[in-house]
Antibody
């Protein structure tokens, strides 16, 4: 069955970087784009952008241009989200999603 | 960006009751390819979102048929015909017709 399995929770300090993985299984990885969604504590869902898994081309929503990077390791059917220069407002759960399936989410805590 | 307005923000239902959630879009979600990319998601407490309905009215595999979706252009409805205890959580509509993808603010379903 189709699964998206994400990496574990992260505790980081402001200014550090974090890399979150999303490993896909049960389908051909390059058949569907991978989306990234942020959910701040107690809040709704916020679209961050997506990456074309065939070409590796990322597209970022306006609020996520600059410090956020989407990339792939296609041979491992894995997508990554890297957040650089972490800020307090980055504290959230981050989900990857293919059109019909979602990962379990990764909670990123930012605290000095 | 397309704004999706969900009502009501909260909903309280007894087991077996039928309920509806509305999602209104700030612009038509009818794509030039003839499809309407309006989906419904359920996020149960502590879980990642799951897809219930895609393209307005198509039931995702494995989703009980007490869930149904309807609507067109800018006005969409999710109906649950006979709420069950496992249906509690937050329901989101989501559009993918216009970039960037956007989500409604959510409707929290509570069980009385």
């Amino acid at each position: 069955q189709i699964q998206l399995v994400q990496s574990g929770p992260e505790l980081k300090k402001p200014g550090e970087s974090v890399k979150i993985s999303c490993k896909a299984s049960g389908y051909t990885f390059t058949n569907y784009g991978m989306y990234w969604v942020k959910q701040a504590p107690g809040q709704g869902l916020q679209y961050m952008g997506w990456i074309n898994t065939e070409t590796g081309k990322p597209t970022y929503a306006d609020d996520f241009k600059g410090r956020f990077v989407f990339f792939l390791e296609t041979s491992a059917s894995t997508a990554y989200l890297q957040i650089n220069n972490l800020k307090n407002e980055d504290m959230a759960t981050y989900f990857c999603a293919s059109p019909h399936h979602w990962g379990q989410g990764v909670m990123v805590t930012v605290s000095s | 960006d397309v704004v999706l307005t969900q009502t009501p923000p909260t909903l309280s239902a007894t087991i077996g009751q039928s309920v509806s959630i509305s999602c209104r879009s700030s612009q038509s979600l009818l794509d030039s390819d003839g499809d309407t990319y309006l989906n419904w998601l359920l996020q149960r407490p502590g879980q990642s979102p799951q897809l219930l309905i895609y393209s307005v009215s198509n039931l995702e595999s494995g989703v009980p048929n007490r869930f149904s979706g309807s609507g067109s252009e800018t006005d969409f409805t999710l109906k649950i015909s006979g709420v069950e205890a496992e249906d509690l959580g937050v329901y989101y509509c989501m559009q993918a017709t216009h970039a960037p993808l956007t989500f409604g603010s959510g409707t929290k379903l509570e069980i009385k």
